[in-house]
């Protein structure tokens, strides 16, 4: 498992719940942890931050991007702590990673391809294409 890809697919719901609690998103109350995108940020930050064992540096991180909502920098700077966080415990990850949906593919209009992941084969649309195999 990438924790590094891992991290950045936590970051939309952390940076919305401690858009919506600030430095205070650890200390929410169960029911406020109920709604969705809020919600799950809010959970993956207490799994994350919210033990005895969990050090300063992702509170301290969660104040500091509270302090400055959207700056790319204090994102990136708690996106690093949770990586770190994560590569410190395989289990951790795993667990993380369970409470993360699994992304939405779209393919939209005429001969549109979707891929959900990655790929490692051909994709062909074309009319009367033809592959060649070397023998």
Known sequence: MDVAVLASDVMPYVSAAVSAYGGAVLAKTQEAAA???????TR?????????????????????LAAHPGDADYVAALRLVIRRALEAGPGLAAEIAAMVPAPSVTASGE?????????????????????????
């Open 44 to 64: 993956i930050l207490r799994r994350l931050f919210g033990g005895a064992d969990a050090g300063a540096a992702g509170p301290a991180a969660i104040e500091e």
């Open 35 to 41: 709604q969705s995108t809020v919600g799950l940020g």
């Open 111 to 135: 001969r549109s391809v979707a891929v959900g992941g990655s790929n490692s084969g051909l994709i062909i649309t074309g009319d009367e294409a033809k592959v060649e195999y070397p023998r």
